[in-house]
């Protein structure tokens, strides 16, 4: 945490994520029709502001603080929290649908899976009781080993895809509910040493 305290502002125990802006539509996706209570983020900003996020633990407090003109002010403090807020819930719901659909998923396989390798495991007694010599060992070999890799999906779901999928999650929690400030720009400090600075081209 030392290390991050070197690229991160923080107020006593709280670290500051910071985005300087020239206009509040640079935060939203220019693409996007709705209105901007209901915008997706710019990709280049929601990928910083995620990104500085898992520079941290889960439970260390964290702000978010943008920086934008001072006539802009006003309009941000009404639009720039709640939009956000609602952004990160809705990202966070889409997170836990994927989850249930892997899981669900996991476990559709895992049957089959099983399946597949009482089969081939019952298939290698018949052929044994069948014949014998090299070749059907061979065989009874090579269908245990082909039992065995249709487990490697469900295995491949329940120890490694579910878990970054879960992270996500209580990310885009975290970020559905974090505390969020609105400054003006001549407020920024020569210390800040890890803004992200978003101006037009």
């Given at each position: 945490m030392?290390?991050?305290?070197?690229?991160?502002?923080?107020?006593?125990?709280?670290?500051?994520?910071?985005?300087?802006?020239?206009?509040?539509?640079?935060?939203?996706?220019?693409?996007?029709?709705?209105?901007?209570?209901?915008?997706?983020?710019?990709?280049?900003?929601?990928?910083?502001?995620?990104?500085?996020?898992?520079?941290?633990?889960?439970?260390?407090?964290?702000?978010?603080?943008?920086?934008?003109?001072?006539?802009?002010?006003?309009?941000?403090?009404?639009?720039?929290?709640e939009a956000i807020h609602h952004y990160f819930d809705y990202r966070k719901q889409n997170s836990e649908k994927e989850l249930r659909t892997i899981l669900r998923q996991g476990r559709t396989s895992l049957i089959v899976g099983l399946v597949f390798l009482f089969a081939c495991i019952s298939t290698t007694e018949l052929v044994n009781w069948l014949a014998s010599g090299p070749l059907t060992h061979i065989f009874q070999e090579g269908l245990v080993i082909i039992g065995w890799v249709a487990m490697w999906r469900p295995v491949e779901i329940f120890l490694y895809d579910w878990w970054s999928i879960k992270n996500n999650q209580k990310l885009y929690e975290k970020l559905s509910q974090m505390r969020i400030e609105i400054k003006p720009n001549q407020e920024k400090q020569n210390s800040m040493v890890n803004q992200k600075e978003i101006l037009p081209l």
């Open positions: 030392n290390k991050l305290s070197s690229y991160y502002k923080n107020e006593g125990k709280t670290y500051l994520v910071e985005v300087k802006l020239s206009s509040i539509s640079q935060l939203f996706n220019s693409f996007d029709p709705s209105p901007f209570i209901e915008k997706d983020l710019d990709d280049e900003v929601e990928n910083y502001i995620v990104q500085s996020l898992r520079e941290f633990s889960i439970n260390t407090p964290l702000k978010l603080i943008f920086y934008l003109p001072p006539e802009k002010q006003d309009e941000a403090k009404q639009i720039l929290p």
